[in-house]
């Protein structure tokens, strides 16, 4: 009951704020502007401090999670000590905000999933949650994901909330596939419009990766072809809707009360309809050469960061967790991770010849995560999809860390 507990708590977006209540607004909050009392915050942060307590006699298996995530701390308080003159408010906000979602890390090290519990509640979440979100969406004539399910509001449904939902769908594809293959067949073209309506490349791109990928890997003989064609018809398919998406949506759209902030997402597809680079992502070479260069401005402010973050009105996120923390807190902060990642690969790679299927999914699922993903957005930092992707990498250590012989395919 735990694990269903923790599995359906981690992936489910439902959002509550401090004052207790539901988050359940018409209008999305696109930005709480700081405000910790505007900011909706995700009933995975409850499951997590949840799943934390209740399996609290079993933190010795988490002492690998436990010793990074120390060292991150200890890391940035020498950095908020040593950084100004004085400790700045704000820079103690942003400590709590990065290590508030490395608590999934423990938690995902203190799981031992023997009968795939995780990957079935994840499996009932997305059954629920993808064909409620399009039919909600269609009935209030959205053609993007709507975030307002009249119960309760999704936030940030556009950027980060459905890449966990795909990552979540390929996690337990991965696991139950012999099991459940109809279930799949059915979901499968769901998650595809749910991937599209999305407007995210990098959710787009996961999705249609994985599944071709998983695909091809799991027909065999001329089956595989089949795989071939999946492919073509998935880029196809996605090229005739976005193509279409630049003047239908965004025309569509412009009537629907709450769209507003919505422009950035919905705008970018207009100059890749002309051969141009999308507007988000000339920003975001933008930003990183802003925090880039400001790393780089002393040796002080490479090793040990800056006295504040930046002001919200100059720039809210570097869009790249990396750059974002190591201009915060110093390049000597993201040791602790990049060892971790390297301790990672390095497990991996011993047991290569015998790690079962389901770990080595796992093992892309959390790479892209907390590689790619990671550098394009400040995934690790933001409380829902953070404590998902760090609960992933966990749960990889748990199997890492058993003789690949005894685990289960």
């Given at each position: ?65 436990l010793s990074v995530i120390a060292s991150i701390a200890l890391l940035m308080v020498l950095s908020l000590v040593l950084a100004g003159p004085e400790i700045e408010l704000r820079k103690v906000v942003l400590i709590i905000q990065v290590l508030l979602p490395t608590t999934g890390l423990v938690l995902g090290q203190l799981i031992e ?202 720039k809210t996120s570097a869009h790249n967790w990396y750059l974002d923390t190591a201009y915060n807190f110093g390049l000597i902060s993201l040791l602790p991770v990049v060892l971790l990642l390297i301790c990672t690969l390095n497990l991996l790679w011993q047991g290569r010849a015998d790690w079962p299927p389901g770990t080595v999914w ?48």
């Open positions: 009951m735990i694990l269903w507990i923790i599995g359906i708590g981690l992936l489910f977006p439902l959002f509550f704020k401090l004052s207790g209540s539901i988050y359940n607004s018409v209008n999305p909050v696109w930005d709480s502007g700081g405000v910790i009392s505007q900011l909706p915050l995700p009933v995975s942060l409850l499951a997590c401090c949840g799943g934390l307590f209740l399996l609290a006699g079993r933190y010795r298996r988490a002492t690998l999670a999933d023997n009968k795939k519990v995780i990957p079935r509640a994840f499996l009932g979440v997305l059954l629920f949650i993808v064909p409620v979100q399009l039919l909600v969406g269609w009935v209030q004539g959205n053609l993007t994901l709507t975030h307002y399910m009249y119960i309760f509001s999704i936030y940030q449904h556009f950027q980060f909330v459905p890449l966990v939902l795909v990552c979540g769908f390929a996690y337990s594809m991965s696991i139950l596939w012999d099991k459940y293959k109809k279930t799949f067949y059915l979901l499968t073209p769901l998650i595809y419009l749910y991937a599209i309506e999305s407007l995210s490349f990098l959710t787009i791109f996961a999705f249609v990766a994985f599944v071709c990928t998983f695909t091809f890997v799991r027909l065999k003989g001329f089956k595989k072809m089949q795989a071939i064609i999946l492919f073509g018809v998935a880029i196809l398919g996605m090229q005739a809707y976005l193509s279409v998406m630049g003047d239908v949506i965004i025309n569509h759209q412009a009537g629907i009360a709450g769209v507003g902030g919505a422009d950035k997402y919905i705008g970018k597809f207009q100059p890749l309809g002309r051969g141009e680079t999308p507007r988000n992502v000339q920003d975001r070479i933008g930003d990183w050469s802003l925090y880039g260069n400001g790393i780089v401005e002393s040796v002080k402010t490479a090793f040990i960061g800056h006295p504040a973050p930046y002001p919200r009105e100059v796992l093992a892309a699922i959390v790479l892209y995560l907390v590689v790619i993903d990671s550098n394009f957005k400040v995934t690790l930092r933001q409380p829902y999809p953070g404590i998902f992707a760090f609960f992933l990498w966990g749960l990889l250590l748990s199997n890492l860390k058993r003789s690949p012989l005894n685990l289960e395919s």
